[in-house]
Structures are given as structure tokens and as C-alpha cells.
């Protein structure tokens, strides 16, 4: 029955049939008679809707909730409910996985659970497909009906109240009866926080993170910031955003839209910070700190999960999650919060570009600017940037900034860690010339006892460069030709663990007439990293990283971390000899990795992705097209901010994701922009630079270190000593078996 065939009639009700998928069947060139069968079929790429004949006003549906355990149920029709669409797959005749249109999800007989008397749903695998297996067996005497039967129980499913019940097959039964309508899949919109092929709109292209000021001489004489980056800087070009604003909460928002195609939002609060923003408040806001999580100020709640979602398992739809968070009554489904905030516009600044940097926003925002749409941006733990230059006015500006808990990309941040929201890092705003460099890209390598240090920019602009030693002694100075500079530093002080020296490169725009307009520096170490053989170097030297996974976490703050904290963990890890950090799964504050520069932390910088709940097999997000651009995103957002970095000597892909080919392709788009660091992964090996796993064995430690393992080498254990209730009283073991050979 699962033969193809090419049909041509050669008379009146018969056809010639030709096999065009099994070659070794014999063409039926005399003809063959073609009439319709009793039983169902179904093409896999069409959408059905069962009816009930004894009631057509009804028709199969799951709640509009794609989720696990979720109950199938008669519903009314409507046609704008995804949960009535469905897909069947004929697996055979009588064989059939019969899964949502718009859900990975099937019906489900509930196996040998005797408790479950009702037709649930839950994601099944076509090749074994188990509780899933289902025969859509026709009504004798009624053409087109059909009931609904478990293939392994033999017993079928009938309407009872609006559940399906299981009950012994009774052909005369209506309530099992049903119609299955070949019907077009509908082309329902999403708003964008439910568009996984949306991740952002009107937001700038990453670059690496740099510090404007006015002139070389400004950015000079502010002293401690250009001695310590991302501390607060004193720059005419700078105005920090943070502090307190207004805020409104709300738990179950009235979705809508206004002002243009896409801005679905919370209507009523986002009316609400547009007449604050004109002075007439119709619904008086909240004081909140900007940056904080809003969890941490005593909006909704803290969740915290591990291998799950707190959120239906709906991508890329977000729904209450059943026996989680029933209907939404033991915390919101996804509440919003709304913020604004005024600020006048520094003088002058209108003659040049303005830009708006949010450092982190859980999980997704829009943005506003004197009433005016901005745009969108999703990836927690990125950097978002937008330019404002064409909304902004002289004097008071309002900004409203509309943020959901969870949106499509929280798919992707299945983290095991307290999940909070809210805009928890620094929001500022910047003034750059119209044409100015926006980002720049330095590179280093090593010859000998000299450096080279490699300084491209984005902008064909009259511009110096100016590398200083550690000691401010000027190495030379150089006008890019074509957007690049080269220093030769000789017998360069490297950058290492042990000693992390950092040269300061200065980058001065000029104007026709030779007058700066645009300053800003980078701090530079000069370090070569290097696989051979079965070992990593950096800078021709043999390391063994000894390192730690670190979350952003705080007690009273949530995820919004103080420099200060920053500081004490960097000590506390140098105290322990630690010298090396995986960013444990996210990309961290800016300061965290000038810290790391200044005190020689070597980091493995890991992108924000991971979908644990999905394991690593088919069901694997990685392998799902539509997230492929989002996977790419956020590794690439991930690079271009750090990429200067000399304690960044590892990048991740993300963490416990999935093997699929969407981290084969950010792979190779990291790669093409920086190939001077490898790159680890621990859910496929193969595709990435380096081996790695996670929680081995001592025994297995023992034996992966002799180099005879069929394993890639030099190989990095991502995660191995869980210390949450543990002692780990048994490190010793580990470190005795990877220092006892090479």
C-alpha cells in the first residue's frame, strides 16, 4: 500500500499504472480500475478537522494547548483555534499518528496507565510510535464516517460530556462517529513574541562594545574609566538611563494593536505610559529600579525549573503549562510589564546620532519613543541597540518599553536556573557623528617574543589608532588605510593566566579638518590561542584549565548583578586557583570580562541557547528550520560584542540544545568572522574544534586521559562536580587522573 504510482487513463475508468518509487514493480500497462476504498487515507502534508456526525456543530480539538497530557475534546468550531487542526500520518492502512497542524503533539491512549480513561495528547516518534498508533476505522453503511480507535487496545473513543472516552467498539454508536474534512491550514497571525522567525526588528547589527567620547583629550582625562572600563563614565557622548522608573504590571494582558502591523502589546498599560509620557496618568504607575528583575521587587514570582519549561511546551506559542500551572492559577501565563521613563536631550546632540543600548532584557521587548514604534528584540542575555536619531525631539523625550516574561526565544533559554524578567542591565543612550566607525575588531598572534595586533574598522573614515604598553608608553601610532591598522610590539608583554598584561589601543575619528570628533578605547592582551595535537596553548604554552560554571545570581537582585559582586567572585576564585570560567549559559555583563581581562580568567564565552526539555534527539530544536536564523543570532551577537576580549580563549555554541544542523551553521558563521579561538559544543562533538561532555565518571575520566578513547581531543568536561548539596569531596580523583598525563 505504500507504492507509487503514475496514473494515465487509457479508457473510460482504467488507467495504466507506473511504479515510480520501486522500480522492481511490474508497470500495469493493460489497465487498472480505480474506485475509492472504505478505508482512510491521508496525505501528510495536508490539514483535516473531525466533526462530530451526531453533533457537526462540534469538532475535535486540545484546548488550543499543544502541551504533553493535554485531553482531546469535542469543541465548538472555530476557525481561528490551532488546537482543530490536525495532521494524520497513514503509517500503513488502518495505521495512523494523528498530530496537531500547528503542535508537535498526537492523540494518545494513555498506554497501560488503567487510569486514564480519555483521549489525551502527547509527542510521539513516527518510526515507534507506541500510545500513539491509531486506526481510523470506517462505519459500516455510512460513506465517509469513521470512529476513532486505539490500535493496541482495540477499543474506541466516543464523545461523553466534551471528553473522549474510551469504550468497547459499538458500531451504532454516534458519539463515536465522525466526518474527517480535508480543510486548508490556516495562515493564523502570531503576535511577533510568538513568531519564532522574528527575533528582531530595527535592531542595530552587533558590534564589539566600546565607549564613546568627544575627543581624545575628553576620553583621557576621564581617568579611572579609561584605566577601568565599564565603570560610569564622564563623557559628553554618554547619558545613563538607569535609575527609577515608571512601571505597570499586568498579570493577564488585553492583547491588541495599535499604531501599525506588528506592535501587539498590553494595550490598556501601554495607553496608560502614554499619557503619563503627556502628563495625565489615567492609570497611576509603580516606582521601579532600572536595572532589576521584577520578581526580585515583588511582581509574580521566581520559578525555578531545570529540565523543563515553567510554560506550556506549545514553541513557539506560549501557554500555561498543565499540572504546572493549571489555567494560569498558580502564577500569570505570561504577564507584562510596561515601562517609561522621560529625559531631556543633551545639547547638541541633535546634530548627530543618538543610540539607545539595553544591556539585557528577560525575554523580549518593545521599544517606543515619543509615541512612535522603535522596534523589537529578543535573546535575554545580547546586547540590544536602536537608533532613535529620527524620533528623538529637543528637550523631554518619553520611552516606553513593553516587556513580556516569556516570548519564542524563551524556547531557547531552558536554562536550570531561577527564572526572573525585566530589564536587569544598564540602559543608556550615546551620541556618535552621522558617519562614524561602529565597530572594530582587534586580533592578536605572536612571533617570537613580539606581538602583532590586527585593528580593523566598519567605516572608511579619517581615524588614528594608538597603542599604548601596560605602562602607557606609546608603541606607534597608525592611520587606518581601509578600515586597518597593524602594530608590530616588540618584545611584547603577553597576555596569560599568570600574567595579564593589557596594552590600551586608542581609536581617534577625525573630521576633513583634522579636529576629533569620536574617541574611544579597547583594552588589548596580546595571546595566541592554539590547538596541537592533543592540547591547547596559549601563547606556545601547554594549559589545563581549571574552571567553574558561573550563573549571574544574586539573593535580593535576581539576575541584575553590582560590579562589586562582580569583584568578590573573581577574588574568591583566585584564592582557589581557579583560572578559568565557563559563562554558564549566557554571555555575562561587560564588566565581568574587562574583570577577566584585568586579573587573567580564561573564559569559555557560551551563547544563549538551550532547549533541555527536548533532549537531544528528533524532537531537537536544533533541528527545527524555522529556528535556524535564531540559533545563528545569538552565537553571532554573542562574538561581535566580546571578540576584543583577550580572556575569551573558548567559544561555546550554547549548552544542552540539541546535535541539529542549526549549530552547524553557527558554527561556520563563527568561524568566518573569528577563527584565532576553538570553539566547543558539548551536544556534538563532531562539528566543533574540541571534545567535551558532561558528568563522566571518575573510572571513565580515568580512562578518557590515556588518549585511547575514540574521543576528540584536547577535551574539555563541561560540567562534572554538582556542589548543590554535595561536597565534592572527590575533585581530588578527578585532578589526579587529568594531570597524571597529557
Same mark, same amino acid.
Given at each position: 500500500?505504500?507504492?507509487?504510482?503514475?496514473?494515465?487513463?487509457?479508457?473510460?475508468?482504467?488507467?495504466?499504472?507506473?511504479?515510480?518509487?520501486?522500480?522492481?514493480?511490474?508497470?500495469?500497462?493493460?489497465?487498472?480500475?480505480?474506485?475509492?476504498?472504505?478505508?482512510?487515507?491521508?496525505?501528510?502534508?495536508?490539514?483535516?478537522?473531525?466533526?462530530?456526525?451526531?453533533? /457537526?456543530?462540534?469538532?475535535?480539538?486540545?484546548?488550543?494547548?499543544?502541551?504533553?497530557?493535554?485531553?482531546?475534546?469535542?469543541?465548538?468550531? @472555530?476557525?481561528?483555534?490551532?488546537?482543530?487542526?490536525?495532521?494524520?500520518?497513514?503509517?500503513?492502512?488502518?495505521?495512523?499518528?494523528?498530530?496537531?497542524?500547528?503542535?508537535?503533539?498526537?492523540?494518545?491512549?494513555?498506554?497501560?496507565?488503567?487510569?486514564?480513561?480519555?483521549?489525551?495528547?502527547?509527542?510521539?516518534?513516527?518510526?515507534?510510535?507506541?500510545?500513539?498508533?491509531?486506526?481510523?476505522?470506517?462505519?459500516? =453503511?455510512?460513506?465517509?464516517?469513521?470512529?476513532?480507535?486505539?490500535?493496541?487496545?482495540?477499543?474506541?473513543?466516543?464523545?461523553?460530556?466534551?471528553?473522549?472516552?474510551?469504550?468497547?467498539?459499538?458500531?451504532?454508536?454516534?458519539?463515536?462517529?465522525?466526518?474527517?474534512?480535508?480543510?486548508?491550514?490556516?495562515?493564523?497571525?502570531?503576535?511577533?513574541?510568538?513568531?519564532?522567525?522574528?527575533?528582531?526588528?530595527?535592531?542595530?547589527?552587533?558590534?564589539?562594545?566600546?565607549?564613546?567620547?568627544?575627543?581624545?583629550?575628553?576620553? #583621557?582625562?576621564?581617568?579611572?574609566?579609561?584605566?577601568?572600563?565599564?565603570?560610569?563614565?564622564?563623557?559628553?557622548?554618554?547619558?545613563?538611563?538607569?535609575?527609577?522608573?515608571?512601571?505597570?504590571?499586568?498579570?493577564?494582558?488585553? #492583547?491588541?494593536?495599535?499604531?501599525?502591523?506588528?506592535?501587539?502589546?498590553?494595550?490598556?498599560?501601554?495607553?496608560?505610559?502614554?499619557?503619563?509620557?503627556?502628563?495625565?496618568?489615567?492609570?497611576?504607575?509603580?516606582?521601579?529600579?532600572?536595572?532589576?528583575?521584577?520578581?526580585?521587587?515583588?511582581?509574580?514570582?521566581?520559578?525555578?525549573?531545570?529540565?523543563?519549561?515553567?510554560?506550556?511546551?506549545?514553541?513557539?506559542?506560549?501557554?500555561?503549562?498543565?499540572?504546572?500551572?493549571?489555567?494560569?492559577?498558580?502564577?500569570?501565563?505570561?504577564?507584562?510589564?510596561?515601562?517609561?521613563?522621560?529625559?531631556?536631550?543633551?545639547?547638541?546632540? @541633535?546634530?548627530?546620532?543618538?543610540?539607545?543600548?539595553?544591556?539585557?532584557?528577560?525575554?523580549? !521587548?518593545?521599544?517606543?519613543?515619543?509615541?512612535?514604534?522603535?522596534?523589537?528584540?529578543?535573546?535575554?542575555?545580547?546586547?540590544?541597540?536602536?537608533?532613535?536619531?529620527?524620533?528623538?525631539?529637543?528637550? &523631554?523625550?518619553?520611552?516606553?518599553?513593553?516587556?513580556?516574561?516569556?516570548?519564542?526565544?524563551?524556547?531557547?533559554?531552558?536554562?536550570?536556573?531561577?527564572?526572573?524578567?525585566?530589564?536587569?542591565?544598564?540602559?543608556?543612550?550615546?551620541?556618535?557623528?552621522?558617519?562614524?566607525?561602529?565597530?572594530?575588531?582587534?586580533?592578536?598572534?605572536?612571533?617570537?617574543?613580539?606581538?602583532?595586533?590586527?585593528?580593523?574598522?566598519?567605516?572608511?573614515?579619517?581615524?588614528?589608532?594608538?597603542?599604548?604598553?601596560?605602562?602607557?608608553?606609546?608603541?606607534?601610532?597608525?592611520?587606518?588605510?581601509?578600515? &586597518?591598522?597593524?602594530?608590530?610590539?616588540?618584545?611584547?608583554?603577553?597576555?596569560? !593566566?599568570?600574567? /595579564?598584561?593589557?596594552?590600551?589601543? @586608542?581609536?581617534?575619528?577625525?573630521?576633513?579638518?583634522?579636529?576629533?570628533?569620536?574617541?574611544?578605547?579597547?583594552?588589548?592582551?596580546?595571546?595566541?590561542?592554539?590547538?596541537?595535537?592533543?592540547?591547547?596553548?596559549?601563547?606556545?604554552?601547554?594549559?589545563?584549565?581549571?574552571?567553574?560554571?558561573?550563573?549571574?545570581?544574586?539573593?535580593?537582585?535576581?539576575?541584575?548583578?553590582?560590579?562589586?559582586?562582580?569583584?568578590?567572585?573573581?577574588?574568591?576564585?583566585?584564592?582557589? +586557583?581557579?583560572?578559568?570560567?565557563?559563562?554558564?549559559?549566557?554571555?555575562?555583563?561587560?564588566?565581568?570580562?574587562?574583570?577577566?581581562?584585568?586579573? =587573567?580568567?580564561?573564559?569559555?564565552?557560551?551563547?544563549?541557547?538551550?532547549?533541555?526539555?527536548?533532549?537531544?534527539?528528533?524532537?531537537?530544536?536544533?533541528?527545527?528550520?524555522?529556528?535556524? @536564523?535564531?540559533?545563528?543570532?545569538?552565537?553571532?551577537?554573542?562574538?561581535?560584542?566580546?571578540?576584543? +576580549?583577550?580572556?575569551?580563549?573558548?567559544?561555546?555554541?550554547?549548552?544542552?540544545?540539541?546535535?541539529?544542523? +542549526?549549530?552547524?551553521?553557527?558554527?561556520?558563521?563563527?568561524?568566518?568572522?573569528?577563527?584565532?579561538?576553538?570553539?566547543?559544543?558539548?551536544?556534538?562533538?563532531?562539528?566543533?574544534?574540541?571534545?567535551?561532555?558532561?558528568?563522566?565518571?571518575?573510572?571513565?575520566?580515568?580512562?578518557?586521559?590515556?588518549?585511547?578513547?575514540?574521543?576528540?581531543?584536547?577535551?574539555?568536561?563541561?560540567?562534572?562536580?554538582?556542589?548543590?548539596?554535595?561536597?565534592? =569531596?572527590?575533585?581530588?580523583?578527578?585532578?589526579?587522573?587529568?594531570?597524571?598525563?597529557?
Amino acid at each position: 500500500e505504500l507504492q507509487k504510482w503514475t496514473l494515465k487513463e487509457i479508457a473510460p475508468g482504467k488507467y495504466s499504472a507506473v511504479p515510480t518509487n520501486q522500480t522492481s514493480f511490474l508497470a500495469l500497462k493493460k489497465g487498472v480500475t480505480i474506485t475509492e476504498a472504505e478505508a482512510f487515507g491521508s496525505d501528510d502534508n495536508c490539514t483535516y478537522r473531525f466533526r462530530s456526525v451526531q453533533d /457537526p456543530a462540534m469538532v475535535l480539538g486540545n484546548g488550543d494547548d499543544g502541551g504533553n497530557n493535554a485531553r482531546i475534546r469535542a469543541e465548538k468550531m @472555530d476557525t481561528v483555534n490551532r488546537g482543530q487542526y490536525w495532521s494524520i500520518k497513514t503509517l500503513s492502512l488502518g495505521r495512523h499518528l494523528i498530530g496537531g497542524a500547528f503542535y508537535d503533539s498526537h492523540f494518545d491512549d494513555g498506554g497501560d496507565n488503567q487510569s486514564i480513561t480519555w483521549l489525551l495528547q502527547w509527542t510521539a516518534n513516527p518510526a515507534n510510535p507506541g500510545n500513539a498508533l491509531m486506526s481510523l476505522e470506517p462505519v459500516k =453503511g455510512q460513506k465517509g464516517v469513521y470512529r476513532v480507535v486505539s490500535a493496541n487496545k482495540k477499543k474506541m473513543f466516543r464523545i461523553d460530556g466534551n471528553q473522549m472516552k474510551i469504550a468497547d467498539i459499538d458500531e451504532a454508536d454516534k458519539a463515536s462517529w465522525f466526518t474527517i474534512e480535508q480543510v486548508e491550514k490556516p495562515k493564523l497571525s502570531s503576535p511577533i513574541w510568538e513568531d519564532e522567525t522574528v527575533f528582531a526588528i530595527n535592531k542595530l547589527p552587533g558590534v564589539a562594545s566600546y565607549m564613546p567620547y568627544a575627543s581624545e583629550a575628553e576620553m #583621557k582625562a576621564d581617568k579611572a574609566y579609561y584605566a577601568t572600563p565599564w565603570t560610569e563614565p564622564k563623557s559628553t557622548l554618554y547619558k545613563s538611563l538607569d535609575g527609577t522608573w515608571n512601571f505597570w504590571f499586568t498579570e493577564v494582558p488585553e #492583547k491588541g494593536k495599535v499604531a501599525g502591523d506588528v506592535e501587539a502589546m498590553d494595550v490598556p498599560a501601554f495607553e496608560a505610559a502614554l499619557a503619563m509620557a503627556k502628563g495625565s496618568a489615567t492609570r497611576k504607575p509603580d516606582a521601579i529600579p532600572v536595572p532589576s528583575c521584577w520578581e526580585m521587587q515583588g511582581y509574580d514570582r521566581p520559578i525555578y525549573c531545570n529540565v523543563e519549561y515553567p510554560h506550556g511546551n506549545t514553541p513557539p506559542f506560549i501557554k500555561a503549562r498543565p499540572g504546572f500551572n493549571d489555567g494560569g492559577k498558580n502564577y500569570a501565563i505570561n504577564p507584562v510589564g510596561t515601562y517609561h521613563r522621560s529625559f531631556d536631550l543633551p545639547q547638541g546632540w @541633535d546634530k548627530q546620532r543618538t543610540i539607545i543600548h539595553f544591556g539585557g532584557i528577560y525575554s523580549c !521587548a518593545q521599544v517606543w519613543l515619543n509615541g512612535k514604534y522603535v522596534g523589537y528584540t529578543q535573546g535575554s542575555n545580547n546586547v540590544a541597540e536602536f537608533d532613535l536619531t529620527h524620533l528623538l525631539r529637543a528637550g &523631554k523625550n518619553d520611552l516606553v518599553v513593553q516587556v513580556h516574561r516569556w516570548c519564542d526565544g524563551s524556547y531557547l533559554e531552558c536554562q536550570d536556573m531561577f527564572r526572573m524578567s525585566g530589564i536587569f542591565r544598564s540602559v543608556y543612550i550615546y551620541n556618535v557623528p552621522k558617519k562614524s566607525i561602529r565597530n572594530h575588531v582587534v586580533q592578536t598572534n605572536i612571533s617570537g617574543k613580539d606581538g602583532i595586533v590586527n585593528v580593523s574598522v566598519d567605516a572608511d573614515v579619517a581615524s588614528v589608532a594608538k597603542l599604548y604598553t601596560p605602562e602607557g608608553q606609546l608603541v606607534a601610532e597608525q592611520a587606518f588605510k581601509g578600515g &586597518k591598522a597593524k602594530f608590530l610590539v616588540p618584545n611584547a608583554s603577553f597576555w596569560t !593566566a599568570e600574567t /595579564p598584561a593589557l596594552y590600551t589601543l @586608542d581609536i581617534v575619528q577625525k573630521d576633513q579638518s583634522g579636529k576629533d570628533v569620536m574617541a574611544f578605547s579597547t583594552k588589548v592582551g596580546i595571546r595566541e590561542v592554539k590547538i596541537v595535537g592533543s592540547l591547547l596553548y596559549v601563547n606556545g604554552k601547554r594549559v589545563i584549565l581549571k574552571g567553574v560554571n558561573r550563573h549571574e545570581s544574586n539573593l535580593e537582585r535576581g539576575h541584575a548583578i553590582t560590579r562589586e559582586q562582580m569583584e568578590k567572585e573573581v577574588m574568591l576564585m583566585l584564592k582557589g +586557583n581557579i583560572n578559568h570560567v565557563r559563562c554558564a549559559h549566557y554571555p555575562d555583563a561587560p564588566y565581568w570580562y574587562y574583570l577577566c581581562d584585568k586579573y =587573567g580568567i580564561m573564559l569559555e564565552n557560551e551563547a544563549n541557547i538551550e532547549s533541555h526539555q527536548y533532549y537531544y534527539g528528533a524532537a531537537s530544536l536544533s533541528h527545527v528550520p524555522e529556528f535556524l @536564523d535564531a540559533h545563528i543570532a545569538r552565537v553571532m551577537e554573542m562574538a561581535h560584542a566580546t571578540v576584543n +576580549n583577550a580572556c575569551v580563549v573558548i567559544w561555546s555554541l550554547g549548552n544542552e540544545a540539541g546535535p541539529g544542523n +542549526n549549530f552547524v551553521e553557527a558554527y561556520k558563521a563563527l568561524k568566518a568572522f573569528d577563527a584565532t579561538r576553538p570553539v566547543q559544543y558539548e551536544r556534538n562533538n563532531d562539528i566543533v574544534d574540541m571534545g567535551s561532555n558532561q558528568y563522566p565518571s571518575i573510572g571513565w575520566t580515568q580512562g578518557a586521559v590515556t588518549g585511547k578513547y575514540g574521543i576528540k581531543y584536547p577535551f574539555h568536561i563541561s560540567e562534572y562536580a554538582h556542589s548543590m548539596g554535595n561536597a565534592v =569531596g572527590n575533585l581530588i580523583d578527578y585532578w589526579e587522573a587529568i594531570e597524571s598525563t597529557n
